[in-house]
């Protein structure tokens, strides 16, 4: 690994904890998860989303921990580092497009601060330093499908909120869908890189089709500060984890 390979690796770490744990804003953000894992924010229609999201919050941990770990065979340090990063990524694709959404169709109840989008980005980013393990499968393209699908039908049905008067039915289930189909994307891309490594291994590689194949400079840098091997095939990038 190169040592600008490095110093963008960490620059990718780094900024996480420093914008989340050491900025204000960020601790405020965390505070209000808190908050809500204790059941102490807006009531309890508001907080019946939580233990679902919290619930596909830890299973995707608890995924991307093994996958990471027995899968691809990675260290424990970065085992830990790249299974913390997926649940904050997902948590934050969310609410970046809930946010910008909200921003256009509800500014009275939803007008964040820069700040916000800021703190979404940066979960983001460090989740996407997992990039060169993901491959596309057709339950993702599924999932992804009925993603935006289900925001489209939100916003037809005029982007209802939890808390706002009327039955909170609509809300609450696509609220609830959303989120957990958050966590689900990511953790399909994970799942299918992993069984894509494991065919190479077994002699039965095919091209990787995932993300960073798609904007293959992406994909080339990410794969360098990831340690991971790139090879170029006749069609595409292809990925190749190689053991610590």
Excluded at 6 to 16: D, E, H, N, P, S
Excluded at 54 to 68: D, G, P, V
Excluded at 128 to 134: A, E, G, N, S, V
Excluded at 223 to 233: A, N, Q, T
Aim: glycine share 8%; with cysteine; aromatic share 16%.
């Amino acid at each position: 690994m190169s040592n600008v390979a490095r110093l963008a690796l960490a620059g990718l770490v780094i900024q996480w904890p420093i914008i989340n744990l050491l900025w204000p804003e960020g601790r405020e953000y965390l505070d209000y998860l808190y908050h809500m894992g204790t059941w102490q924010f807006q009531g309890s229609d508001y907080n019946i989303v939580f233990p679902f999201t919290f619930s596909a919050a830890l299973a995707l941990f608890l995924l991307a921990f093994y996958t990471f770990r027995f899968g691809f065979k990675l260290d424990w340090a970065r085992t830990h580092l790249f299974s913390i990063s997926l649940p904050f990524a997902s948590t934050s694709l969310f609410e970046e497009i809930y946010q910008d959404i909200g921003s256009v169709l509800h500014v009275a109840y939803i007008n964040p601060p820069v700040e916000a989008h800021l703190i979404n980005m940066s979960s983001i980013l460090f989740g996407l330093t997992t990039i060169t393990f993901w491959k596309a499968s057709r339950i993702f393209y599924a999932a992804l499908t009925a993603y935006v699908l289900l925001w489209g039908l939100w916003v037809l049905g005029g982007f209802p909120q939890i808390y706002e008067a009327g039955d909170p039915a609509f809300a609450i289930t696509v609220n609830t869908t959303l989120k957990i189909l958050s966590y689900f994307l990511l953790g399909a891309l994970l799942v299918g890189g992993a069984v894509v490594s494991a065919s190479k291994k077994e002699g039965k590689s095919k091209p990787n089709r995932c993300l960073a194949q798609i904007v293959p400079g992406l994909g080339k840098f990410l794969g360098s500060i990831s340690d991971l091997k790139v090879e170029e095939r006749v069609r595409g990038v292809g990925f190749e984890p190689t053991n610590p």
